[in-house]
């Protein structure tokens, strides 16, 4: 289990010493600081790398902090390590999909089930959105202002679905989950373009498709407390793909390849060219969707 034992120093001089007690980075660790960070590809290291959920939401958030107040360098001699395990806790256990159970939301375990599948998405989502910042280097500084962003608001969106799931008398780890998130962040290590096609544009786009049938699901069920947080998440999200889009973009113009091309390609490459189930065609063309890329989408579908 890797614990956080990392401060933040960066290019204006923090130090721990500095940090307000009311700074959850502060309240968290308190003195036991063993280590010192000054840049943001080491910070986004550190925050991937943290097991524990609580840390990782605390110390994500504290970057992203540090990082919009000018504090972290983009300077770090060391390339990034070949992608491995992320930092997560002992349980959920991972298993194939196949082997999730199907569960009816009308007992309390479906319900809870299908909150922590959610919970587990949005933990997978602040690793993936920390593994962008840490291994695609010289990117323009937007893109890490977009990818910290990104982290900040997984973190919150986790808090948020873990909270509820507590509250249905169920935590994080309590049901079997899958890896299909991080697994598409170890095929798509290689090259930010294709990360950016299939993360954001494949992966976290789906989210985009079903999350109004989950909420409509859930409000049925009187959940309206989940409604309203799906809702804040669905909101997010749009964001989210809409970053991937721009990164996208601007990746396929610095390499001068037609954009429509090379998304259709790496779908089929990646997604054995198989959509599944509607596409939310609005939700998608404010997240920067062409209408030709959702006919294709559809087509294959
Ligand atoms: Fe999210
Ligand atoms: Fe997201």
Redesign the pocket.
Known sequence: MKHASFAFSGAAGLTHDRIEPDNPFFAVFGEALAMTVSDLFSAADACLMLDDPDEKVAQTCAAARHWRAGELSLQNGAPPTAIGEPGRPGQPQLVSPRQLPRRSLHTPEGHAALIHAIAHIEFN?INL?WDAVYRFRDMPRAFYDDWVQ?AD??AY?FGLVRDHLRGLGFDYGDFAAHNGLWEMAQKTAFDPLVRMALV?RVL?AR?LDVTPGIMKKLAAHGDHAAVAVLEIIFR??VG?VKIGSRWFHYLCTQRGVEAKETFRQLFDQYMNGRSKGPLHRSARLAAGFSEDELDYLQGVG
């Open positions: 989502a959105a990104v608001e997984e969106h954001p976290e989210g997010d999200e989210h």
